[in-house]
């Protein structure tokens, strides 16, 4: 038992940041941290755990900011005071690093209440999935430390095949695939220990898996209900999903094929030389034996598949004949050909050969290291470098440039279906650039993709059902580098939303989505739990839940990973929902005194619908497109016309936040005027007129009701009009929240928001911005009364 005495004499020294390579005046002859009494209890910081979740390994460790150097030339009471690094536990489990920072609940609180909260990571949390480089950073002698910054430290990559180097680590640079970076500094041990080299030995055994089954999602045994089939997202996993597709564009010249059905994929010998998906649809004046014989002739067995029709139009996608064929003769090609433009009844068709004109994987991935090196700089010098010659860089990336590519060709695809020509994508393997020209030239046409389900439909059917090799090109397995062979890793889907953002941007209003919606399924793509980014192809899919036991789960199931009301931000309040022909759901009686509005007529008697219908028959229902012909978007797709994707890739940088500004404030302007609306609109649906604004009674002069008088507030607020509509309640808020929202005598009519909004940390009254979300989200679901009635 240790005595007083011995107690006494043990050293009390306060440190608020790592001591300096080779200082060992902060040693201490224990194995305990010199730290304040409120930090002594790091170990206590246990991680949220996942069932069958298991910490590998933890150590105490400050977390720096992306571009601040992990610099400890400052006195303590200067790093006291400063908020630089956060003290805390950081923990590395088979699922994900893990950092617990030593703050108080109320913080916490804070920021989980105005930021987008996860329900299976913490705001300090990143999945191994999504870790891409890590480095190691070691310090050796006393003389280095005196080095201003990074000087002097060695620097270290570490991948899967490397071991920990050798001294002590004492610090490590993550640098993550969602352009994320983290900074961890590590205090010496007063009894040796290496905390640095702890964590980095446990990152290299499970942050770069080899094999698919080592995964976190095997582990997670869960059970999962799903509540997808409430929604309209459509999977394509089935036939009868391909068939639906077929009637919704009104395409009769093609057939679905099951791999299931078809004798000569069930062979066991012949079988493996086919890569085909489960479903597939082929031309119907082709043979289906003829169609398999001649699609070896390609790589990876993809012949003319088609994935959209518009008029007698097709969109097709093709492969490139495999090498060995190339050399002999092409006449499979033109045999392939010759079946697809027979499908046409115009007999016209456009090949569009994106391997010339479109990037390669190669070139994708250079690209998006190149950008992201730009927009996550390691250091303040760094950041200075850049930042004054931000365009050059950005211009070198040539990501920008891709992107323009990619829209260009799209629209070229998109002008000649117009035209009623059928359009044939081919690729090397039919499987990479393919899936964005073709997804974009959809999103161009149809307006049903650039809803929700629509979006998460189109991404089932073109990069999970035709299979993008998602495992190989996110990275999400790491084999053995070989340097002799080709680079696997490529993020193409990223380059996908990135074009979809951009005509987000141009066409505001077309969209049901946001761009939050856009940036968190970029970061649901490194959630192995949820199987739809996760593999290459179907067969590894069904095989794993076959032979593992493997339970799968929908990433477009957003209840399993966020609440209701981060769901909100999905939304986007510039789209305009189309009118339909579906009647009004209630009748609205107009008060006494009232106006007719133009347009708020009727709906048509619901015989004369019947009777409408009864004029097609069920062949030609079956023929007939429900596509709409005057809802394509024509984008810009010059460089000039593009941005870049703020939200997504500067998220990470406070220092390039705009504070109470930015994008997401004008979000929440149209917001607060969708909330306005819809009480309004409440009130004319449901005949009760006791909630309007307080506006209403100032206007008219009318006494207020007594039972919606609310009490005397300490300070008054004077409600703010936009156009007649108020802007705020007049008393909406306790006294303490109106103090705080009030600055120089000015009050804020919204709350405080930045431009990385949800993704950041933002000071403001929570009440208030939930209830806008809520009311302004029941607006879109609902649509207003111009939207459900014709206007003449």
């Given amino acids: ?315 097709v996608r093709l492969a490139e004949l495999k090498p060995s064929n190339q050399q002999d003769t092409t006449r499979e090609e033109n045999v392939m050909l010759e079946i697809v433009r027979a499908a046409n009844d115009r007999k016209s068709i456009h090949l569009l050969q994106l391997t010339d004109r479109l990037p390669s994987i190669l070139d994708v991935q250079k690209a998006y290291e190149k950008l992201r090196r730009v927009c996550a700089p390691e250091s303040p010098q760094h950041f200075s470098v850049e930042d004054s010659k931000f365009l050059i860089l950005l211009e070198k990336s040539n990501w920008l440039f891709y992107v323009s590519l990619c829209l260009r060709y799209s629209c070229e695809a998109a002008d000649k279906l117009k035209e009623g020509w059928t359009c044939v994508l081919q690729e090397s393997n039919g499987r990479d650039l393919c899936c964005v020209v073709s997804s974009l030239t959809q999103i161009i046409l149809d307006p049903f993709y650039r809803t929700i389900d629509g979006f998460q439909s189109l991404i089932q059917k073109e990069w999970i059902a035709l299979e993008h090799p998602f495992q190989r090109r996110l990275g999400q397995i790491r084999q053995i580098a070989d340097s002799n062979g080709p680079q696997e890793e490529s993020p193409v889907f990223l380059l996908f939303l990135d074009s979809v953002w951009q005509l987000l941007q141009q066409f505001p209003e077309e969209f049901e989505f946001s761009q939050t919606y856009l940036t968190t399924l970029w970061d649901s793509c490194f959630m192995p739990i949820f199987d739809t980014f996760q593999f290459d192809c179907n067969s590894d899919r069904f095989r794993a839940v076959k032979d593992q036991q493997l339970i799968l789960r929908s990433v477009w199931d957003w209840s399993e990973q966020f609440l209701d009301k981060d769901k909100l931000f999905f939304s986007n309040p510039f789209y305009q929902k189309q009118k339909t022909e579906v009647p009004c759901r209630r009748s609205m009686a107009i008060p006494a005194g009232g106006i007719m509005l133009p347009g708020l007529a009727r709906p048509p008697p619901p015989n004369l619908l019947n009777q409408q219908r009864s004029t097609i028959s069920p062949a030609n229902f079956v023929a007939q497109s429900s596509i709409p012909k005057d809802r394509y978007i024509q984008p810009d797709h010059r460089m000039p016309s593009l941005a870049i994707w703020e939200q997504c890739y500067y998220r990470w940088m406070p220092i390039l936040e705009i504070k109470r500004g930015g994008f997401p404030q004008v979000e929440l302007q149209h917001r607060l005027l969708l909330s306005n609306i819809s009480k309004l609109q409440r009130c004319l649906d449901l005949q009760e007129f006791d909630d309007l604004p307080d506006i209403y009674y100032e206007l008219t002069k009318e006494p207020k009701p007594m039972a919606e008088q609310q009490p005397q507030q300490q300070v008054p607020i004077t409600p703010e009009l936009i156009d007649g509509v108020e802007r705020r309640r007049r008393v909406s808020l306790p006294a303490t929240a109106v103090a705080a929202l009030t600055q120089d005598g000015v009050c804020s009519v919204l709350p405080e928001i930045s431009s990385f909004f949800p993704f950041s940390v933002n000071t403001g009254e929570t009440q208030q911005l939930n209830d806008i979300l809520s009311s302004s989200h029941e607006f879109l679901l609902e649509g207003s009364i111009m939207d459900r009635l014709s206007i003449a």
């Fill in 1 to 315: 038992m240790t005595s007083a005495s011995d107690h006494r004499k043990r050293n009390t020294f306060t440190s608020y940041v790592a001591p300096p390579a080779g200082d060992v005046s902060s040693l201490a002859p224990d194995d305990e941290w010199c730290l304040p009494g409120d930090m002594r209890d790091v170990h206590l910081a246990k991680p949220r755990l996942l069932p069958n979740e298991l910490v590998v390994a933890s150590a105490p460790a400050f977390l720096y900011p992306a571009i601040s150097p992990i610099d400890t030339s400052l006195d303590a009471e200067d790093v006291k005071g400063s908020k630089e690094a956060v003290f805390g536990l950081l923990s590395v489990t088979n699922f994900k690093l893990a950092f617990v920072p030593l703050q108080r609940e109320s913080s916490l609180s804070t920021i989980s209440s105005l930021a987008q909260e996860h329900l299976l990571l913490s705001r300090n949390d990143i999945t191994l999935n999504n870790i891409d480089q890590i480095y190691q950073i070691a310090e050796t002698g006393k003389a280095v430390s005196a080095l201003p910054g990074n000087v002097g430290r060695r620097k270290k990559k570490l991948d899967g095949q490397q071991k920990p180097m050798s001294g002590r680590i004492a610090a490590l640079h993550i640098i993550c695939k969602n352009f994320r970076l983290l900074k961890f500094a590590f205090q010496y041990s007063k009894g040796g220990r290496d905390w640095g080299k702890q964590i980095t030995s446990a990152l290299g055994r499970f942050a770069f898996p080899t094999r698919h089954d080592l995964s976190f999602a095997y582990c997670y045994q869960e059970p999962y209900y799903s509540t997808l089939s409430k929604s309209a997202v459509s999977m394509y996993m089935t036939k009868n999903d391909w068939a639906r597709e077929l009637i919704r564009c009104g395409t009769s010249n093609w057939q679905v094929i099951s791999s299931e059905s078809e004798p000569l994929l069930q062979h066991t010998r012949l079988s493996s030389r086919y890569t085909l998906p489960p479903h597939f649809v082929i031309p119907k004046a082709c043979e289906v034996e003829k169609f398999l014989n001649l699609s070896l002739a390609f790589c990876d067995s993809r012949a003319a598949f088609w994935v959209y029709g518009y008029g007698n139009a097709s969109l």
